[in-house]
Nanobody, 125 residues
Framework: VQLQASGGGLVQTGGSLRLSCATS????????MGWFRQAPGKEREFVAA????????YYADSVRGRFSISRDNAENTVALQMNSLKPDDTAVYFC???????????????????WGQGTQVTVSS
């Protein structure tokens, strides 16, 4: 199983980025997909998730209304559209796949069994 995150970069406050995570080696539609992030000196935190069954979406309070997660079961990819970026959004962003048919809770990283390598997002003030 491989998860490959891409799309990170340097952006100014208020800007946008779109992260993408390509997966292989798993039956994608059976897996809830999540995005987490880790800033320097901080613990990894939940950002957003999409359930496997209905594609329901979940967001951390800090990003709700600014970020949007979407999945493409035909392409085996999950994306994170990030708008109105703030310096506090600076972190390494990871995509992850929860165990097959997982019912969550999706904000808990221990429910995820496969992780991508991370992509750096830097928001300048």
């Amino acid at each position: 199983v491989q998860l490959q995150a891409s799309g990170g970069g340097l952006v100014q406050t208020g800007g946008s980025l779109r992260l993408s995570c390509a997966t292989s080696g798993l039956t994608f539609s059976n897996y809830a997909m999540g995005w987490f992030r880790q800033a320097p000196g901080k613990e990894r935190e939940f950002v957003a998730a999409s359930s496997w069954r209905s594609g329901s979406t979940y967001y951390a309070d800090s990003v709700r209304g600014r970020f949007s997660i979407s999945r493409d079961n035909a392409e085996n990819t999950v994306a994170l559209q990030m708008n109105s970026l703030k310096p506090d959004d600076t972190a390494v962003y990871f995509c992850a796949a929860a165990g097959p048919y997982s019912s969550g809770p999706y904000y808990r990283d221990t429910n995820y069994v496969y992780w991508g390598q991370g992509t750096q997002v830097t928001v300048s003030s």
